[in-house]
């Protein structure tokens, strides 16, 4: 258990540790697992314009993932293509906004790398709020997103009103993707996406597996990231990532497999 | 022919079709008429490039009517079998897929249920289309669409999908493109001929 200095920050980044694997495994079923560090990269650029403003990063951060996943939407752009556009928008966006706002460069560093360690309880109560909404959702929206994959056809030749769900996960991952990088940081809200669903979408018998799986394993390398950094001094994200990454591989390297991080996906 | 829905009577009648000519920037398909109730099995027959797929498109609203009539009866719940059934790489079992498609009004063929259990991308192919076609057959649809069915299939699997197929006759109207005539003949479907444009 840590300190009780840090156990309101260790409570905020709890909830998203569970979640965004989550969404890690609905967007790689939809093949677009890059969504998270487009949308992160935007959050940390909305993040640090908010704070140019006074607004805190956690409320402006979500402001500008959501805006560019209505745009993405309503432009009908799907895949990784459209995130790779936000990844690169949002690292210019960011650099450009520190070098010419009052802020700094340090400040766009700490946006970016997440600022965990200073989270507070409006920190908690957001991560919680998006969590709940997302444990909600997650379970309504998978039969359609599934659907929508495997039979493309079905929501327009039963005039279906599909937009609503496409839009309802979209804005969720949005949102719980910018608060993740507001509190976390921007690589460490992308491998909770990425890594978690990596390692499920290959081991897991079934869909309820997966997702068990992947939620396990986000929880169990965000408690043991955290100690790790709190008790060997160390920033939270490079270790958190760290971490997903040696749970990721190790697995291959036991059984002798070629490791080919590129290869499906 | 023109689309009379009451010589059909109990609202039978689901899909008519009066010369349509299908297509995307040009059109594709030759003038197609037929008609559809329920309880009857309708194949389109002809070969590569004739314009069968695309007529299909046009019924799912995903190609355009270019000349012609297109009627669909009200309220009608579809279901269509793509020619190549889309496959990721997904921990998705067999069961999970037919809960969430709502397609578990009828007990699966043992030869399919045996397989249920397994991950959708580690099904032969022709064990996967067997699902995707027990998907359409087995759920709430008026009307089922099959983009040639035997795909991927070896005699054991065809010999499944005309039991499996058969099986929803009654509840429904099946159209079928393919061009595998002895196919169609199993299913006593009234053919339709295709002859490319």
């Given at each position: 258990m840590p300190d009780h200095l840090f156990l309101i920050p260790f409570l905020a980044g709890l909830p998203l540790a569970v979640l965004l694997p989550l969404l890690g495994n609905l967007l790689r079923l939809r093949d677009e697992w890059l969504a998270a560090l487009g949308l992160a990269h935007l959050a940390g650029a909305a993040g640090l314009a908010g704070l140019s403003l006074h607004l805190p990063a956690v409320l402006g951060a979500p402001l500008g993932a959501v805006l560019a996943a209505t745009i993405k939407f309503l432009s009908g752009a799907r895949g990784n293509s459209a995130f790779a556009w936000m990844i690169l928008a949002g690292w210019a966006a960011t650099l450009l906004l520190a070098a010419n706002s009052g802020l700094g460069e340090a400040l766009a560093h700490a946006v970016v790398e997440g600022q965990l360690y200073f989270a507070s309880a409006r920190e908690l109560g957001i991560a919680l709020a998006v969590c709940v909404c997302g444990l909600l959702l997650v379970p309504r929206l998978t039969p359609r997103l599934v659907r929508a994959r495997l039979f493309p056809l079905y929501e327009r030749a039963n005039r279906l009103p599909a937009w609503r769900w496409h839009l309802g996960f979209d804005l969720l991952a949005a949102l719980a993707i910018a608060v993740a990088t507001a509190t976390l940081g921007l690589m460490a809200a992308f491998a909770l996406v990425f890594l978690p669903s990596w390692i499920a979408f290959r081991r897991a018998p079934d869909w309820r597996r997966a997702a068990w799986l992947a939620a396990g394993i986000g929880l169990a390398a965000y408690g043991l990231a955290f100690a790790i950094a709190l008790r060997l001094d160390q920033p939270f994200a490079p270790v958190l990532v760290a971490l997903l990454v040696v749970l990721a591989a190790l697995p291959r390297v036991r059984h002798g497999e070629r490791f080919e991080p590129g290869n499906r996906g | 022919m023109t689309c009379d829905a009451s010589r059909h009577g109990?609202?039978?009648?689901l899909l008519c079709l009066d010369e349509l000519v299908a297509g995307y920037d040009r059109p594709l398909s030759p003038p197609c008429s037929l008609e559809l109730a329920r309880g009857e099995i309708v194949g389109l027959h002809g070969?590569?490039?004739?314009g069968k797929s695309t007529l299909l498109a046009a019924i799912l609203g995903s190609?355009?009517?270019?000349?012609g009539a297109l009627w669909l009866a009200a309220g009608l719940r579809l279901r269509h079998l793509a020619q190549n059934p889309q496959r990721p790489q997904?921990?998705?079992s067999g069961r999970e897929l037919l809960a969430w498609l709502d397609a578990r009004a009828l007990t699966p063929p043992p030869r399919l249920a045996a397989c249920l259990g397994r991950r959708i991308d580690r099904l032969s192919g022709g064990e996967y289309q067997l699902l995707c076609l027990w998907i359409c057959i087995a759920g709430d649809a008026d009307l089922v669409l099959l983009d040639?069915?035997?795909?991927?299939?070896d005699q054991t699997h065809v010999d499944v999908a005309v039991e499996e197929i058969t099986t929803a006759r009654e509840r429904r109207g099946v159209l079928i493109v393919s061009h595998d005539r002895v196919f169609l003949r199993r299913l006593d479907a009234r053919v339709v001929e295709m002859v490319p444009r």
């Open positions: - | 109990g609202g039978a009648l070969p590569n490039g004739a190609a355009r009517r270019h000349a997904a921990p998705v040639e069915p035997t795909n991927h299939l």
